[in-house]
């Protein structure tokens, strides 16, 4: 094995203590497995057929991963009204078109209201977009003062000013690294982003976000089968999605859900339940997202379920250290996907995520992008880094940490303009 960088060491010594103390990062400890196969139904019946795929296989592995996995919508909620807050022609300097607009939800007397940041690229009729949440909110994207700070409840984050769980001007800007917003636009694109915890607070807390509003009489919590928090912040998009029907200055047709890490299963999850989203990105999504979980590298089903209770439905917790009574795996998610444009990708130090992991799960996605006649991750040996695999499948393994970079964006702008726009 070969040396490890100092600050890669330190993540891996800090990590083992974070998750489980056999957290595994060692190739020749991963587990031999049996990769469920997509094209073989539960009763053992071979899908060869799109026709198959779509009306038997794909609805039984939508079914399982909603049972089972990231759990189910308990009703349809739709938009009851929405309104454009803010807006300018000529934001960020005259480049772009900036909205701000508020969805607003109710049921059962109780109200929901997440805001969304657009900015849309100049004198385009209708523009595709990229939608991806933020973790800090919408702020924190720019240094752009117009844009709105959410009062919704926040992770306290020291490095961000954020105390008492509150949102403040001292955040503006802090995650400009993150989104090429100007990249995204001079290449003929849309943002719109979201901050998740006006969806649902990241907390274990049923009472509030956007859950309350979908139970049953003297309900207080998801029922074992219901959505957690990752499938709260997918229905988020999806509703968004709605409103960008209704928009004249965007292309809904061409929605790209885009994701990093625990926003990565979310982007995941939201293209696999909403087929009209037109591409999906798997930034460094890791495990309960792109990677394979059977494989039992880096962070594992137990320890995600420890740490992080209300991500998943409560069904999740029968696969905690319990990997091979699982019928499926996260390839199968990736295959929900098919046909449309999907781009996973990786970053070298982020082996808590298993990267190997996410690339195989792309591979062996791709088989089911095969019976549509498009072409995927070919080949079950990894690229070398910062060396992308480009085709309807896509795959990338960057230098450097977890985290979203220019160069993500430089490639998932390369692969929308071949494969979606
Ligand atoms: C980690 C978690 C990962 C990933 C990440 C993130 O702590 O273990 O699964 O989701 O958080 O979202 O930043």
């Not at 019946?45 to 026709?51: F, L």
């Not at 454009?84 to 929901?112: M, S």
């Not at 070919?378 to 480009?390: A, D, G, R, S, Y």
Request: charged fraction near 25%.
């Amino acid at each position: 094995m070969k040396l490890l960088p100092y600050s890669l060491s330190i993540f891996f010594f800090l990590s083992m203590f974070i998750g489980s103390s056999q957290t595994n990062y060692e190739e020749s400890k991963v587990p031999s497995f049996d990769v469920p196969d997509p094209l073989l139904t539960f009763s053992g019946h071979t899908i060869n057929s799109v026709k198959k795929w779509e009306k038997v296989r794909r609805p039984e592995l939508l079914r399982f991963f909603e049972n089972d996995i990231y759990g189910k919508l308990p009703k349809k909620l739709k938009i009851n009204s929405y309104a454009i807050l803010e807006e300018d022609n000529n934001a960020l300097n005259g480049k772009a078109k900036r909205k701000q607009v508020e969805l607003t939800f109710k049921k059962k007397g109780k109200t929901l209201s997440y805001t969304i940041l657009l900015y849309l690229p100049k004198n385009k009729v209708k523009a595709p977009i990229f939608l991806g949440y933020n973790f800090y909110g919408n702020h924190t994207i720019t240094e752009d003062k117009a844009v709105i700070i959410s009062s919704a409840w926040a992770n306290n984050n020291e490095s961000f000013g954020i105390e008492n769980n509150t949102l403040t001007e001292a955040s503006r800007g802090k995650r400009t690294h993150r989104w090429a917003v100007e990249k995204i636009l001079d290449a003929g694109y849309g943002l719109a982003t979201i901050y998740y915890g006006e969806v649902d607070p990241d907390k274990n807390d049923f009472s509030d976000g956007i859950h309350p509003l979908l139970y049953q009489h003297g309900q207080d919590q998801p029922k074992p089968a219901e959505w957690g928090s990752i499938a709260a912040w997918s229905w988020g998009m999806v509703r968004a999605l709605d409103y960008f029907e209704k928009d004249a200055d965007i292309d809904a047709s061409k929605v790209i859900a885009f994701g990093h890490s625990r926003l990565g299963k979310t982007s995941l999850w939201a293209g696999a339940t909403d087929e009209r989203f037109a591409g999906v990105i798997s930034n460094n999504s890791g495990c309960g997202g792109a990677a394979l979980s059977k494989r039992k590298f880096g962070e594992t089903i137990a320890v995600i379920n420890d740490r992080f209770p209300h991500w998943f439905c409560d069904n999740f917790n029968q696969y905690d250290d319990n990997e091979e009574a699982l019928p499926v795996d996260q390839h199968q998610l990736l295959a929900l996907i098919a046909p449309r444009p999907l781009y996973v990708a990786s970053a070298e130090e982020d082996q808590w995520a298993d990267p190997r992991g996410e690339f195989l799960s792309s591979h062996y996605a791709t088989q089911v992008y095969h019976l549509y006649g498009k072409k995927g991750i070919e080949t079950k040996e990894m690229p070398m880094l910062n060396e992308p695999i480009h085709n309807t499948v896509s795959y990338h393994i960057r230098t450097g940490k977890h985290d979203v970079t220019d160069y993500d964006w430089e490639n998932y702008i390369k692969w929308a303009n071949a494969f979606v726009k």
